[in-house]
């Protein structure tokens, strides 16, 4: 059996700020904290080419934001919960330590199945999709739902000492809130295709939010996510193409075969080099950036999701998702919708 992407939804709280309100807000809650620092004027949309990005209400969680795509995904299949065989919470976000987010988005939904979670940064839906197909494959599941909640709002620097503190900080305000969901089932043909992982694991500084394990388990000053943009795209360099070269050679297509090239996005610009260096042809993107922000695992789903709904894609097309974590965890997902 194959396993088949059969719906896929992205839920965005209704909620947005823009660059320059992110700009004002690290100006106020610093000088409010008695430093001098202020961003640059245009500096966040400059560097990012983001304009808006998306925060979910105070009293939501990142359960919330995977549930509303999640039922939207089961509506469109017209299925109960309860249809459900496995649900895998992909998401670098998380609503507690434990016990595992899956089984609070299970809880809300109503579902009844064995639940787990994935969790690789901005690569955990994609994994989630892999594990999916994995386990329908071998013949232990049927319907899987794959979901993530993303909500790194509530991991962000607002009160910054100087520049390069705001530079440690400045990934944060990229991130945008969202959730996405996906049903994968098993199909006769047709679905997943290809897939590939690779990691440079060596490069896991680059980007952290430490707070709540046991390196940093209650320190305030560690719940902030840090991030430096230069070592992240050296763990990329290191990576290299080869993954993505070799998944073309494999299956003997090239980027112009697939309807929509879905590609995890950043920023504007390591886009634009990302694909550049992939030899992506820039009508393959859909590019969310400049509306949604960097949603983080939930980006990938977005971008499928809203392919699916401008008709750029439709049953049938092939589709590819590249996945890119932070530089330092690289994956890639073909499949025939």
């Not at 047709?190 to 952290?208: E, K, P, Q």
Request: hydrophobic share 45%.
């Amino acid at each position: 059996m194959r396993a088949r992407i059969t719906a896929v939804a992205a839920h965005l709280p209704a909620r947005t700020v823009t660059s320059a309100e992110v700009e004002e807000r690290v100006a106020a809650e610093s000088a409010a904290a008695g430093h001098a620092y202020r961003p640059r004027p245009t500096i966040v949309e400059r560097m990012t080419g983001i304009g808006v990005r998306h925060v979910m209400r105070d009293d939501e969680q990142a359960s919330d934001l995977a549930v509303a795509a999640a039922r939207r995904v089961l509506a469109a299949r017209g299925l109960p919960a309860q249809a459900v065989d496995l649900l895998v919470f992909g998401s670098a976000s998380q609503d507690l330590v434990e016990p595992a987010t899956a089984h609070i988005v299970a809880a809300k939904l109503g579902a009844s199945c064995p639940v787990f979670d994935v969790k690789n940064a901005c690569n955990s839906f994609l994994n989630g999709l892999q594990v999916a197909d994995a386990l329908i494959r071998t013949g232990q599941h049927e319907r899987v739902l794959v979901c993530t909640g993303e909500s790194p709002s509530r991991a962000i620097r607002w009160s910054v000492r100087d520049r390069a503190q705001f530079a440690d900080a400045f990934a944060g305000y990229t991130l945008s809130d969202g959730g996405a969901a996906a049903l994968v089932e098993a199909a006769p043909d047709g679905g997943i295709f290809y897939r590939d992982f690779a990691a440079v694991s060596s490069a896991w500084r680059a980007g952290t939010l430490p707070g709540g394990g046991s390196m940093h388990p209650r320190d305030p000053e560690h719940s902030y996510f840090s991030g430096d943009g230069r070592r992240l795209k050296d763990a990329f360099a290191a990576g290299g193409a080869e993954l993505f070269d070799t998944a073309l050679k494999k299956t003997g297509l090239g980027w112009d075969d697939f309807a929509v090239v879905a590609v995890h996005q950043v920023t504007v610009p390591y886009l634009e080099a990302t694909r550049a260096a992939l030899g992506i042809p820039a009508d393959r993107l859909v590019v969310t950036l400049p509306e949604h922000g960097n949603a983080a695992s939930a980006s990938l789903p977005l971008q499928l999701a809203t392919a699916l709904a401008e008709g750029r894609c439709r049953p049938g097309d092939r589709v590819a998702l590249v996945g890119l974590a932070g530089g330092i965890s690289l994956g890639v997902v073909f499949a025939e919708l």
